[in-house]
């Protein structure tokens, strides 16, 4: 019976990467807008988007609120790496009504003790920051904005759910008349823990935190969390992961004595992975294997085992000093014996592995979770290999080596491709809120400077109607035949005097020249619609800038080219010629070239009538074939192909490597 307990409460690797690929799943879920509402991990963004640089410099005071405690701590960074700060701190112990009273009680507790706090240190009255660290679930749309989901962990305080508790915080305290104090951020103890462990070598992307529950926190990718609008640069994101579970992705590896651990919880079928790795609940998992295993006569033969019923009758404590190799075999016989039972040297033996089956299963489900979390990373930034640290906190972890000798080892099982090393964080949740804290208001400076930098660059309504005013204004001079010479807009008649009205019909050449290629065209226009065949030419750099004849030479072997490969050289088309570059058109079919743009400067051809230009060169090479009726730039060509289709086109805009306007003018 022992051995089939003992196998119940271990689970195979392969069965660890069906728990890692649900979790991947269930993240997926909850990040997503469509499946959050139901996702049983919650990924709730946290609103800060970047780890600590080490840079951050200043003063913090951080309220972290506890299960039966508030501590409060004034933090100096100076710079260093976030290496040696200093620190002041204080712990003012909760009245017990206060966490069960009204919640104006709890947070004037508080504020005053706040306020007692500051009266005991030196104080200049300039600027404080405040980070408040609040473990409790909340549903956050800005780093200093969070409404309580539901309070947890002994709190039950009224009128505080649903309400922004950094704004009753900060209301608190300015009753206390501390206007100099202003709650910059707030965050759960998982990301405090997170940003305390970055190191030159590798930033600290993950968080983790094994302790009476579990939690985790990481940087995502801000473009895959749809439930925020920011879609550049990363997001830390809160997993809420102790929940997995609760939609029955677990089922089948929980044992009789987590489903009767869960039913004596005060919220079952609720956190279901937490009540399989938090020390809240290890304890009564190992008394209830051993209660079951008792009523089968494997154990205690001959003691009263009535004792076993009773919750919290065995502490997670006492667990983890069995499961030591030197003294746990003592161990196990006094807190048995403790119990009032009459264990034998076997017994104890069996108690040991028990404890040791349970805190193990408690590691690799972790490792299941902070492997899904790693390779989501690197999915999601398409990595080979991902190189990260993960700061891990929390009573599990401290007290016991061979849990984060599993976590680790198991980790590196289910995802070889990251290199994830293990950070202890020290005192992650009180100098990690300072960090946050500091980093919010290096990020708020430095958005600040940006503001500052890009002013110039803001333009109001009234810059743009004054823009427009102006554009009007040199068009009015560019279209008068006094005025048109000192305009800095020329608008240049085309010729072009209609728009397409949809019944144009017939096959035509087009030519279009604006850069190092050269198209060339045939398009059939019929009533069932337009249908055309192209070839692009290079324009060698030593063509572009050599002689106006090889330029146009060049342009008529390609056409010849083209013709013969479409089997046209016996037609004679109409031709239009798109020549983006800026002429003054004497004519639909004459175009004097005003100057060479975009890496032409081929001699010759600067005021002369590139139409002619391009006569002459198939004179040259004896293509006769050739019918130019128009020559118009790329603007034209584009208001034009539109309006074909729309007769109510009359502006064609290009916005490209330049930019140019036409419209049809009275």
Known sequence: QVQRAL??????????????????????????????????????????????????????????????????????LLGDGNQSPHVTDKIFDIPGDSMQGPGEALFDFIAQSVRQFLAGITSTGERLPLG?????????????????????????????????????LQSAINKQELFHVEVVALMNDTVGTMMTCSTRERPCEVGLVVDKGTNSCFMAEAQYVDMVEETNGRMCINTEWGAFGDDDALSDILTPYDQRVDQESSNPGKKRFEKLVGSLYLGDIVRHTLMALSAEKA??????????????????????????????????????????????????????????????????????????????????????????????????????????????????????????????????????????TAVALRLADQRREMDQMLAPLRLSRADLEHVQALMRQEMEL???????????????????????????????????????????????????????????????????????????????????????????????????????????QLGLDKAVLLTWTKGFSASGCVGEDVVQLLREAAQRKQHLALKVVAVVNDTVGTMMSCGYDDPKCEIGLIVGTGTNACYMEE
Request: hydrophobic residues 45%; glycine residues 8%; contains cysteine.
């Open 478 to 584: 560019g279209l008068g035949q006094e005025t048109n010479a000192n305009s800095s807009v020329r608008m240049l008649p085309t010729y072009v005097r209609g728009t397409p009205d949809g019944t144009e019909r017939g096959e035509f050449l087009a030519l279009d020249l604006g850069g190092t290629n050269f198209r060339v065209l045939v398009v059939r226009v019929a009533e069932d619609g337009i249908r055309m065949a192209s070839e692009i030419y290079l324009i060698p750099t030593d063509i572009m800038q050599g002689t106006g004849e090889a330029l146009f030479d060049h342009i008529i072997d390609c056409i010849m080219d083209f013709q013969l490969k479409q089997d046209l050289m016996e037609q004679v088309l109409p031709l239009g010629f798109t020549f983006s570059f800026p002429c003054q």
């Open 299 to 436: 154990l205690f033969v001959g003691s009263n085992v009535t004792v076993l019923g009773t919750k919290g009758a065995l502490e997670t404590q006492q667990v983890l000093e069995i499961i030591d190799n030197e003294e746990g075999m003592a161990k196990a016989r006094v807190a048995l014996e403790a119990l009032g039972l009459r264990p034998s040297e076997r017994d104890c033996c069996r108690v040991q592995q028990i404890c040791r089956a349970v805190v193990s299963r408690s590691a690799a489900l972790c490792a299941a979770g902070l492997a899904a979390i790693l390779s989501y990373i690197r999915h999601s930034r398409g990595l080979e290999r991902l190189l990260v640290n993960v700061a891990v906190d929390g009573e599990l972890y401290r007290a016991h080596s061979r849990f984060g000798e599993i976590l680790q080892s198991v980790t590196g099982l289910l995802a070889p491709e990251c290199m994830a090393a293990l950070v202890p964080s020290v005192d992650g949740t009180g100098r990690g809120a300072a960090i946050v």
């Open 132 to 168: 408040f660290v609040f473990p409790f679930s909340c549903k956050q749309t800005q780093l200093n904005k969070a409404e309580l989901l539901s309070w947890s962990k002994g709190f039950s305080c009224s009128d505080v759910e649903g309400k922004d508790v950094v704004q009753l």
């Open 7 to 76: 196998l119940a409460l271990t689970i195979p690797l392969e069965m660890l990467q069906v728990v890692k690929g649900r979790m991947m799943q269930a993240m997926s879920n909850g990040l997503s807008r469509q499946t959050h509402a139901q996702a049983s991990v919650q990924m709730l963004p946290t609103y800060i988007s970047s780890t600590p640089n080490g840079t951050e410099k200043g003063n913090v005071l951080v309220v972290e609120l506890c299960q039966s405690h508030v501590r409060i701590l004034l933090m100096t």
